[in-house]
């Protein structure tokens, strides 16, 4: 395995010397191949699909490439890959579409650990037809959410499980496999959340053991967007709202509206873009995409080390994330001062490490931090050990 942070910050122009960036979890700096892609199909002729001229040639080449490119990305079938607006608008419109076939006495699971956006659309879903929710909780010592947990939650009348793959606040994975299993023994559907999972692991819709999955693009180096996978089968048992003249075919059908072709050629070009993170990787797309994100796990661990070790020597500052298995993303806070203070002041010294909830809003209070939350500290593909060593010395600066 080979990864070479400084050749990944060389193609990325949004860096600059004057800051160290430790926002990614809400959103990372897009690389020149994703721009270019952006930009030259806004340049090449572009129409609505069809097999005719140019325009709709060039849209249908895009749609079917980005498709291709998500599936490898997801291990999934480009039949199955359905894009939106955003993961939140996506999971909305599968919560509505699911709960056609929900009523009274039917229950839906959903976890304090989540986003918002892995809660509020299931709770809202069930109440418009009747159906209860039920929470299974975290441990808030050490962040861990177990399939125990969720068990506890499950019944014979649970029609659905939504989980997140990793936790966008504290990084916590939990054992998606093991709780694939429970939800099928239930005879439910189960959904994950993998927004903050996609930008750290190799993604296998499958072994996750996911009925339906979402992530966002521009959480892994690529532009705006949100990505629905399913298995297609699954899809075709979907009826969602739909304009008359619009696609019934399997993915189209829950594509409200022209797709922005200039987007999903980015997202094409950031999944290329990280199949191409270990330099050498060798086959196919998908056998590329694993082997480099098995280099990045690689320089996430050793800088997830790094700032741990940094974190520990200063005694004002706690550290939120303490589950067994989680991503690079850690959450602190710093006793006597507000998580935004000290945002605001690592900010003063170049230094971009967000404070707040991160619309995890039921984790945060669970950990006791109310809706003020923490210090997220989020390391990405491009992060340095330099920049580490830059948070770690403004922050002793800052609590000192």
């Not at 892609?37 to 749609?63: F, K, M, Q, Y």
């Not at 992530?215 to 008359?244: I, M, N, Q, W």
């Not at 850690?330 to 900010?347: D, K, N």
Request: aromatic letters at 4%.
């Amino acid at each position: 395995m080979a990864f070479d942070v400084h050749a990944v910050r060389a193609a990325i122009p949004g860096l600059t010397p004057d800051s160290a960036r430790f926002d990614a979890p809400g959103g990372t700096q897009m690389p020149l191949p994703v721009i270019d892609a952006i930009a030259d199909t806004l340049r090449a002729p572009l129409a609505n699909r069809g097999p005719h001229s140019p325009g709709e040639r060039n849209a249908e080449a895009v749609v079917a490439g980005a498709r291709a490119a998500l599936a490898d990305f997801l291990a999934g079938d480009p039949r199955g890959v359905v894009f939106g607006r955003s993961a939140t608008q996506l999971t909305y419109d599968l919560a509505r579409a699911l709960a056609r076939t929900w009523g009274p006495g039917d229950e839906v699971v959903v976890t304090r650990l989540d986003h918002d956006a892995n809660i509020r659309p299931w709770i809202q879903a069930a109440e418009a037809v009747g159906a209860s929710v039920r929470w299974a909780d975290f441990d808030p010592v050490s962040g861990e959410l177990t399939a125990d947990h969720v068990a506890a939650a499950l019944s014979p009348r649970t029609r659905l499980v939504a989980v997140t793959a990793a936790s966008n606040l504290i990084g916590t994975r939990p054992d998606l496999p093991k709780i694939a299993e429970l939800v099928r023994g239930v005879d439910a559907l189960l959904h994950v959340d993998a927004v903050h999972h996609a930008a750290h692991t190799a993604v296998d819709l499958a072994a996750l053991g996911a009925d339906t999955l979402v992530c966002s693009p521009y959480k892994f180096l690529g532009p705006h967007l949100g990505v629905l996978a399913a298995r297609p089968e699954f899809l075709e048992t979907l009826r969602p709202d739909k304009l008359l003249p619009s696609s019934d075919q399997v993915p189209e059908r829950f594509e409200l509206g022209t797709l922005p072709y200039e987007l999903l050629a980015g997202a094409h070009a950031a999944v290329d873009f990280l199949a191409g993170l270990d330099d050498a990787a060798t086959g196919s797309r998908r056998a590329r995409l694993e082997a480099s994100f098995a280099a990045l796990a690689g320089h996430e661990r050793a800088l997830r080390d790094r700032l741990e070790a940094g974190l520990a020597a200063l005694p004002a500052v706690t550290v939120r994330s303490r589950a067994a298995r989680r991503t690079s993303t850690l959450l602190v806070t710093v006793a006597g001062q507000s998580a935004a203070e000290v945002a605001r002041r690592l900010a003063e010294r170049g230094v971009h490490a967000p404070a707040g909830s991160f619309y995890a809003l039921e984790a945060s209070r669970h950990l006791g931090l109310g809706a003020e939350g923490g210090l997220r500290i989020g390391p990405a593909p491009y992060t340095s050990e330099e920049e580490c060593d830059r948070l770690l010395a403004a922050l002793a600066d800052v609590v000192r």
